[in-house]
C-alpha cells in the first residue's frame, strides 16, 4: 500500500516509524524540514519538504496513487483541508485528526465526509474512552477488545495472591484451555513464551480469552473486581475535560488543577463536576480534598513525570485503581514496571485506530493493536497458504510470535498445539515490534 502521512509531529512521526517496518510506501509529508531530519536513515520511509495544504506539493508526493491518505497535523482546520485536497486529487481513503468534539456527531461528520474526510480521529475522545474502560475494568493494566468484544486481550501485573507465579506455562494449574497467554512484559523486555517460559513476580502477562472466562483469567491472576464510583482528577487537561464531559454522569469527579482562570472555564463547561483550584502534586492539597475516599486517581497533566509520581502518591493512600498518561513514547516501558496502574498514551492509542483502517482498506495488513514495544495482529489467511499446511505444533513458526486465536465463521476459539488453521481464518497474532514482515509470508 502506499500511505502518505501529512505531520511530523509526535502522532504522525509514531505512525510512520510503526509503519516503515512492514515493507509499506510510507511518505512523511511537513512544512518543517527540523522534524523530517529528526526521523532517521533506520526507517524504510520517504521524508517530503511541502505544504500538507498544498495542491502542488500533494500531487509531487503522489497522492493520486495513494491507497490511504493521514492528516495528522496539529492544526484541525489545516487536516480537513488537507483530507478534501487529498480525496479529490484521488487518495481512496482519507483521515482527518480533529479536536473538536462537534465533528464527532453523526450529522456532523457526514458532512465532513462529502467534502473529504473519510475517517476522524480525534485522540483526547480516545483517551477518554481507554480511561473509562481502564476503570470498567479496573483489575487488569492493559483490556483491549478485538471483534467488537469477542476476543480480549488483557495484561495484569501479578503478585503474591496468584498461583500462576513461578510456574511453567506447560505446568499451569488449569484443566481446559480457556485462555492463551500471549506474551509477558518482565522488566522492559516482552517475551513471546513457549511451554517452558515461567511467569515471576511482578510479570505483566498478557492473555488472549473470550468473554465467558474473564472471571477465570481474574481468579487465576489474584485480582478482585472494584466498583468504582468517585474519581480524582489531577491536572485540567484537554483529556481530563474530554473524559469528565463524557462520563461525568458514571462517575463522580473532581479535578484539581493550578490555573484559576482554567477552573473557571471548566466550572462552566461541567457544571457536574467539583473543580478545585490547587496543585495537585502537593500531598497536602491531595488530603485537604479527601484523596483516600476515591476509589480513583487520574494524573492527566501534560507531564509525564508528574503524573507517574503523583500515581506513586496515590497509592501509598490507599487508591485502588490509578491511571497516569504518559506521552513521551521512552517513558512508556520504565513505567510499567512501577506500580502506578494503568498507562494511557495518545499516539498508540491514535495508531491502534489507524491500523483499524488500515484492516478495512487492505485485509493483508491488519494491525489490531499497537503496545508499546510489541504489536497483535489480526491476519487474514489465504487459500494455500504455509500456514495451513499442518497443525500448529508441526509448524516451524517464526522465533517472536504466537498464534493466541482466531475468528471462524462467527465463532471464536483460541489456538492450541492440535489446531488446524485453514483458509479465510482470520488468526490473531501476538509479535514483537519490527517482526510483522516476516509472519505474513506465511498467511499468503
Known amino acids: 500500500m502506499k500511505i502518505v502521512i501529512a505531520g511530523a509531529g509526535e502522532v504522525g512521526s509514531h505512525l510512520a516509524k510503526l509503519l516503515s517496518n512492514e515493507n509499506q510506501d510510507i511518505i512523511l509529508l511537513d512544512s518543517d524540514q527540523e522534524r523530517l531530519d529528526v526521523i532517521n536513515d533506520n526507517y524504510n520511509l520517504m521524508t517530503w519538504n511541502g505544504s500538507t495544504s498544498s495542491f502542488e506539493t500533494l500531487r509531487d508526493v503522489g497522492v493520486a496513487n495513494a491507497d490511504l491518505y493521514v492528516a495528522v497535523t496539529p492544526y484541525e482546520t489545516r487536516n480537513i483541508t488537507s483530507c478534501a485536497i487529498a480525496k479529490h486529487l484521488g487518495a481512496k481513503k482519507t483521515v482527518a485528526r480533529i479536536d473538536n468534539s462537534e465533528f464527532l456527531i453523526p450529522a456532523n461528520g457526514q458532512v465532513l465526509r462529502e467534502i473529504?474526510?473519510?475517517?476522524?480521529?480525534?485522540?483526547?475522545?480516545?483517551?477518554?474512552?481507554?480511561?473509562?474502560?481502564?476503570?470498567?475494568?479496573?483489575?487488569?493494566?492493559?483490556?483491549?477488545?478485538l471483534h467488537d468484544g469477542n476476543l480480549l486481550l488483557i495484561g495484569v501485573k501479578l503478585h503474591s495472591e496468584s498461583p500462576l507465579i513461578n510456574r511453567k506455562l506447560k505446568d499451569l494449574p488449569v484443566k481446559t484451555h480457556d485462555f492463551h497467554v500471549a506474551a509477558i512484559k518482565r522488566n522492559n523486555t516482552t517475551i513471546i513464551p513457549g511451554g517452558n517460559d515461567e511467569i515471576l513476580f511482578d510479570d505483566i502477562v498478557y492473555f488472549i480469552t473470550t468473554p465467558p472466562f474473564v472471571q477465570e483469567v481474574r481468579e487465576l491472576c489474584g485480582k478482585t473486581k472494584r466498583v468504582i464510583k468517585k474519581a480524582l482528577i489531577m491536572g485540567g487537561s484537554r483529556i481530563a475535560v474530554r473524559f469528565a464531559i463524557r462520563f461525568h454522569d458514571k462517575y463522580r469527579i473532581k479535578i484539581i488543577d493550578y490555573d484559576r482562570e482554567h477552573c473557571e472555564e471548566m466550572s462552566t463547561l461541567l457544571p457536574d463536576c467539583e473543580i478545585v483550584c490547587g496543585d495537585g502534586r502537593d500531598i497536602e492539597v491531595l488530603r485537604e480534598n479527601n484523596i483516600d475516599q476515591f476509589d480513583a486517581f487520574l494524573a492527566l497533566t501534560d507531564y509525564p513525570e508528574t503524573n507517574i509520581l503523583s500515581c506513586l502518591s496515590a497509592k501509598e493512600f490507599g487508591i485502588p485503581k490509578t491511571i497516569a498518561d504518559v506521552e513521551n513514547l521512552q517513558f512508556v516501558s520504565q513505567a510499567e514496571n512501577l506500580?502506578?496502574?494503568?498507562?494511557?498514551?495518545?499516539?498508540?492509542?491514535?495508531?491502534?485506530?489507524?491500523?483499524?483502517?488500515?484492516?478495512?482498506?487492505?485485509?493483508?495488513?491488519?494491525?489490531c493493536l499497537a503496545l508499546a514495544d510489541a504489536e497483535v495482529a489480526e491476519m487474514v489467511v489465504r487459500p494455500g497458504a504455509k500456514i495451513t499446511k499442518a497443525p500448529v505444533k508441526n509448524l516451524k513458526l517464526?522465533?517472536?510470535?504466537?498464534?493466541?486465536?482466531l475468528a471462524r465463521n462467527n465463532k471464536y476459539t483460541l489456538i492450541g498445539g492440535n489446531t488446524q488453521i485453514q483458509p479465510g481464518d482470520f488468526v490473531v497474532v501476538f509479535c514483537l515490534n519490527g517482526t510483522i514482515s516476516k509472519i505474513e509470508k506465511w498467511f499468503y
Not at 339 to 367: C, P, V, Y
Not at 398 to 405: I, K, N, Q, S, V
Request: proline letters at 3%; glycine letters at 6%; aromatic letters at 10%.
Open 116 to 145: 473529504g474526510s473519510d475517517f476522524l480521529i480525534y485522540p483526547e475522545d480516545l483517551a477518554a474512552s481507554e480511561i473509562n474502560l481502564a476503570l470498567s475494568h479496573n483489575w487488569a493494566r492493559y483490556w483491549g477488545e
Open 339 to 367: 506500580n502506578i496502574g494503568t498507562i494511557i498514551n495518545k499516539k498508540l492509542l491514535a495508531s491502534s485506530h489507524i491500523f483499524k483502517i488500515l484492516l478495512d482498506a487492505d485485509q493483508s495488513n491488519a494491525k
Open 398 to 405: 517464526p522465533f517472536g510470535m504466537t498464534l493466541a486465536a
